[in-house]
């Protein structure tokens, strides 16, 4: 366990939608620049959790959290926390590409317009910065004005990196972000996550045991809405503690 | 470490305003539908009041400058049309529907919706005018060279109930045609499978399982194609006439002229004094009503069909 | 024997069931046909360009086509913000409830009723009551009863297309720290453009086609607008009072055709756009 530098910390925290309770009673401190890698089996509330981190579960109807959530040691769902401000500084990368209808400039550029920034050179750099660092701007950097839409998968995905990284967020929170893509675009945003995590917090979910344990320093298991092991990667892959846990990293269920 | 506080800016203002103005958009078009209520029956009720609700629905004469105010002949000659277009255009309708969801190849189907739609953004006055010109000519021509011998009179000039029956019956096809085809294209496969693999033909399949599967969805339709023959004012005034008289000669009244509810407001609302113009909104309280009716009709056949 | 068995009734049935459908077209092809053939004679550069004479039985229409645009320009100014920002607060702003439900129910009862009653009402409310407001009967009031009777097509268009905006695209939206106008205004909506776009062309064949709740909010004189607050006629009414009251069917047939030229352009476009949108959401 990271026991310095925790940059997300949360307190039994239990999140219900209407009757049903998806999350129970989570505590989980996750370090400061480590890539953290949730694990467990579908419907066990990866996505969930990694949604009460940045509040998306906010806009479903009927949903109820109870316990804490602490970001830099503040409480995200305070009443006085600006929501604006907690999603820029925790980017999300969803499950499949989701560039928005535009060019792939006015993708990147989208966010940096959002929080103000109109200057015309500035928002040239940022978008040449950003797509650097996801590694796209060698493909694409000849027609930034193309409508996103016509990259492939791998590229879409690589942008909406690009996009996130463009709000200078300080956490990435990436929820299967592979899943969609072919074995050679999944490599290449491995890569990428490898290069990020010297500047950001990074927490992936993923079906894939192979890649948490390619990728990440630390995983937690969870089954049915219970955080069953949370330890160093090694650990987790090597000598797990829960019995539950060594079946499904063993392949016996789920 | 960075703050969670709210930044203050010109795009918080108008995400904070968006909301109650969104809103009261909203609000605004669904008191529309209050306010036209309330004026309507404002409007018209006392009169409604003033020579009682029967003696007006059942009164034979419509003689507005003598204060003499029976809409009977009007509601007649409402319901004649409509359930003559109707008689007409369901069958019709209904066959084209069937043909567009089960025997229709792409390609054909590419020709006739589009037709289809195009038969529906048509205005009421080219269908008025060409039932006008076209329809009563050929009337006329029945009237006075075929049916001379039975017709009274009065019924031999073209404008007739049954030429306002055709024309409406065509005004109505688009609306028969598109809720049918829905309703017959939302039966399961499988119960047309299953028919089909009992041996059953595919006609009988569509005459047996099919349409009896989306009868709630043709009702519908039905009940929608009676509301517009119902509220159709301009096509009418143009082919029947508008001569507010009971038709009383059995079958051959087909070849009466008659007048509509709508088309008596749309055509005296023009010169109408103070208490002429109250009885023509007591006729949109009548108007009001029968269509108030039959949604609650529509909606209960619909609630039926989402239950079965 | 697979053979097919000869059955009378079913081909009489296949045979009608062909018949209707071809029917269809061909009263649509013969209505058209018709009137194009007779009214195309008459027009010409001057029916277009020139004013009536004696109540419209004679000379052009020129004042009423300026009417007619001055008309549907007025209706959509009013009607398109109303009924898309009800849909965005139908679609966007409510979870499925009970304000919703009155509301939607509100519009859709609206769809049902008769366009004379709409003339009624915006008799007695328009003309009448807000005659300080409106100069009684006007485009004004003509235009406001029209965006009472488009607003539900309007508000069920827009609500359709903003259904089809992925939800995706807002949680990315979101997610990078755009509040929710931000996200309505650059993302969702842009996306559901074309689909709106086709709502308003519709309701525009709506406003043209209309014509008895005209009858009587709207006026009806020949002279050219000169201003928001006069009388006017639309190319409905105006075939409608030629026909009726001049006996002119010239003058009437001539206008159809313009009528019909303008609801065909209406309906390719209507078509061109919901291509358009089928094809950037692919
Ligand atoms: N919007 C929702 N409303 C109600 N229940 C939901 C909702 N979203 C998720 N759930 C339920 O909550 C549980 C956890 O879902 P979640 O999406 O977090 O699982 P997951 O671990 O991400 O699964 P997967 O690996 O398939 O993505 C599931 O049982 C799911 O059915
Ligand atoms: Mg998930």
Redesign the pocket.
């Known amino acids: 366990m990271p026991e310095k530098n925790n940059k997300i910390i949360t307190e039994n925290l239990n999140f219900y ?2 009757k ?1 309770q ?1 999350l129970k009673d989570i505590n989980i401190k996750i370090g400061e620049k480590k890539v953290t890698a949730f694990i ?1 089996p ?8 990694l949604r009460t981190l940045n509040r998306m579960n906010d806009l ?1 109807g009927e949903v109820r959290i109870e316990g804490k959530v602490l970001i830099d040691d503040s409480d995200i769902y305070r009443s006085d926390v600006d929501v604006v401000t907690l999603r820029k500084k925790m980017g999300m990368v969803f499950q499949s590409p989701n560039p928005f209808p535009m060019s792939i400039f006015e993708n990147v550029a989208y966010g940096p317009k959002i929080h103000g920034i109109k200057n015309k050179n500035t928002l040239q750099e940022i978008v040449e910065k950003s797509l650097k660092q996801a590694f796209l701007w060698d493909e694409v950097k000849d027609d930034l004005n193309k409508n996103a839409l016509s990259l492939s998968g791998g590229q879409q995905q690589r942008l909406c990196i690009a996009r996130v990284l463009a709000v200078e967020p300080e956490v990435l929170l990436m929820d ?1 972000p592979t899943s969609a893509l072919d074995p050679i675009s999944t490599l290449r945003i491995e890569e990428l996550i490898q290069d990020l995590k010297k500047e950001y917090t990074i927490v992936i ?1 993923t ?1 894939n045991m192979q890649q948490a344990a390619r990728i990440s320093d630390y995983t937690a298991f ?1 089954l049915n809405g219970e955080m069953v092991e949370y330890d160093r990667t090694e650990n987790i892959f090597t000598k797990p503690k829960d019995k539950r846990t060594e079946d499904y990293i063993t392949g016996r269920f789920g | 470490m960075k703050k969670l506080n709210k930044p203050c800016r010109i795009s918080q203002l108008s995400d904070k305003i968006a909301k109650p103005l969104l809103f009261g958009m909203a609000l605004t078009a669904f008191s529309i539908t209050v306010l036209i209520a309330f004026f309507i029956f404002q409007q018209g009720l006392p009169v409604l009041g003033e020579y009682g609700i029967w003696n007006i629905l059942t009164g034979k004469s419509w003689r507005p400058t003598e204060g003499i105010y029976g809409i009977l002949p009007m509601i007649a000659g409402t319901f004649y049309v409509t359930f003559l277009a109707l008689a007409i255009g369901v069958p019709f309708g209904l066959a084209t529907a069937v043909f567009l969801a089960e025997l229709a190849t792409e390609k054909t189907a590419r020709i006739i919706r589009p037709a289809i739609e195009l038969l529906a953004g048509i205005p009421s006055v080219i269908y008025g005018l060409f039932g006008m010109v076209v329809i009563n000519e050929a009337m006329r021509f029945i009237e006075r060279e075929i049916l001379a011998g039975v017709l009274p009179p009065e019924y031999r000039w073209g404008y007739s109930i049954l030429s306002g029956g055709m024309v409406l019956a065509i005004m109505i096809l688009p609306t028969i045609i598109n809720i049918s085809e829905d309703a017959i294209r939302a039966v399961p496969r499988s119960y047309k499978e299953g028919a089909l693999a009992l041996g059953s033909s595919h006609i009988q399949t569509i005459l047996q399982v099919i349409l009896p599967s989306a009868k709630s969805g043709i009702i519908s339709a039905v009940i929608l194609a009676m509301g517009r023959a119902l509220g159709e004012t301009m096509a009418l005034i143009m082919v029947i006439g508008n001569v507010p008289m009971l038709p009383r000669h059995g079958i051959l009244s087909l070849f009466a002229p008659a007048a509509t509810l709508t088309g008596t407001i749309a055509l005296e609302m023009g010169y109408a004094g103070p208490e002429h113009r109250a009885a023509l909104f007591m006729i949109g309280v009548v108007l009001f009503c029968i269509i108030a009716l039959l949604n609650s009709f529509a909606m209960a056949a619909t609630r039926r069909g989402v239950g079965k | 024997m697979l053979t097919k068995p000869k059955d009378r009734k079913e081909l009489l049935i296949n045979g009608f069931l062909w018949a209707a459908a071809f029917l269809a077209v061909a009263i649509l092809v013969f209505i058209l046909g018709y009137i194009i053939l007779k009214g195309m004679g008459h027009v010409d550069l001057e029916f277009l360009t020139q004013k009536p004479r004696k109540m419209g039985s004679e000379g052009g229409i020129f004042p009423i086509i300026i009417g007619t645009v001055y008309f549907v320009f007025l209706t959509i100014l009013t009607a398109a913000p109303l009924g898309v920002g009800t849909a965005i607060y139908l679609n966007e702003y409510t979870r499925e409830g009970k304000i919703t439900r009155i509301i939607r129910f509100g519009t859709e009862l609206l769809a049902g009723i008769p366009s004379i009653i709409f003339g009624l009402f915006g008799y007695a409310f328009f003309v009448v009551l807000l005659h300080d407001y409106t100069q009684g009967w006007s485009l004004v009031s003509g235009a406001l009863t029209a965006t009472c009777m488009i607003l539900p097509t309007l508000v069920r268009a827009s609500e359709e297309a903003l259904k089809t905006v992925p939800r995706s695209y807002r949680e990315g939206s979101l997610a990078l720290g755009a509040n929710k106008w931000q996200t309505i205004y650059k993302v969702v909506l842009p996306s559901a453009l074309p689909g709106i776009l086709t709502g308003i062309i519709l309701s525009i064949g709506r406003a043209i086609c209309e014509t008895a709740a005209l009858l009587l909010t709207l006026g009806g004189s020949l002279l050219m607008p000169e201003s928001i607050f006069h009388g006017a006629r639309t190319l409905s009414m105006h075939l409608y009072m030629v026909a009726m009251e001049t006996g002119n069917m010239d003058v009437a047939f001539g206008t159809g055709v313009v009528l019909i030229a303008i609801i065909l352009l209406i309906n390719f476009t209507a078509n061109y756009a919901i291509k358009k949108l089928v094809a950037r959401n692919r």
């Open positions: 939608y209407g049903f998806a467990g579908s419907g066990c509330g990866k996505s969930t959790f479903l299967e979910v079906h969870f």
